[in-house]
């Protein structure tokens, strides 16, 4: 984590990007809280404070604060692709409120001088207000993060939406492991005896993993590179959208052979395919427009799904003859979503072969 801040901060300050401060300031308080919770730091913090369990409020704010900065980053983000993804004020309410209950609720209930705190303050009103607010806080935080990493990785490189997928799996097991103190916490108050192992290591590797995760998939956009995580990222993200969009393929070349610059194999044979997957991207996405330009013609136009109604056969394919991986891989997404009411179209009317289809000479 010394590592990660060191060069998140110097980058952010260098290049005044608000997001990435934002980025800096959650894992700031992720260290934080690393070191509030472990146990010669607060057992040093109990004695020096002379108020027991101290580091409990203060790391479960650090928590909080640093849930906060992942929202607001992800804001920042989401706000700079044109989106509208909600107000930062809303969220900054909504930490404010939860840190003043959790705050007032321990300093109101009692403050045993025992190792597991959760456990101890789990049978009173105060300390079901007090998990009450961290939980509701920290589940309300995940879920803004997990849905903001899901918007914003549909737009984004291959690299950052996996490092921003990576992000997403960590906040589950976070949300998982929030989930789980508090039904520890519910049981207690209800006078039942869950086992101490669910809220103790199980909540543990629960919340290491998700760091791990969130750490990972954070770092990784500025760290791969270096590694050539970039470039097997997007040979993978060129696989999947070439498996993607085979039936689709398959189903076309079918109908009109000669767009096809080599024999389709079976779905099997198509998969178990791994060379070169960027160019059979490319190939796939000409191969798809070009059948798509003969079945604009008007004795089959009628029937395509929209927007792939417009235009005739005499017009080319958008520019694919140098594309870059974004315009292949934006090319593919949209054949993606249009994918399945093709198909549907495709099997449910008869489409006759043409004898002649007009291949581009590039690529």
Known sequence: MAIVLAFLGRTAWQTRNQALRAMWLSFSCLTATLVLYHPDFYGWLDSASGVPNVREPLGRTTILLAGYFSQVMLVLLVRERGQRPGSVRRRQAALVCSVAVLLGAFVAGPQPE??????????????LLYMGAFSAFMTYALVDVILLCRRYAQEAEPLLALGLRLIAAGCVLGATYVALKMAYVLARALGLQPYAVLEGAVAHVLSLTGLVLVVLGATLPYFGPAVSADRAVARLTAYAHTRRLYR?????????????????????GDAARLTDPEFRLYRRVIE????????????????????????????????????????????????????????????GRSVGTPTTVRMPRSG
């Open 288 to 347: 798809i427009n070009d059948a798509l330009l003969v079945l604009r013609r008007p004795e089959h136009a009628e029937w395509l799904p929209d927007p792939l109604r417009s235009g005739s056969a005499d017009e080319q394919p958008d520019d694919l003859s140098h594309p870059s991986t974004s315009d292949v891989l934006e090319e593919a997404r949209k054949l993606e979503a249009a994918a399945p009411s093709l198909l549907r179209a495709l099997r």
């Open 248 to 268: 689709l393929w398959y189903e076309l070349q079918s109908r009109v052979p000669d767009i096809a610059l080599e024999p389709a194999l079976s779905a099997l």
């Open 114 to 127: 025992v190792e597991n705190f959760t456990a101890a303050i789990g049978t009173g009103p105060a300390g």
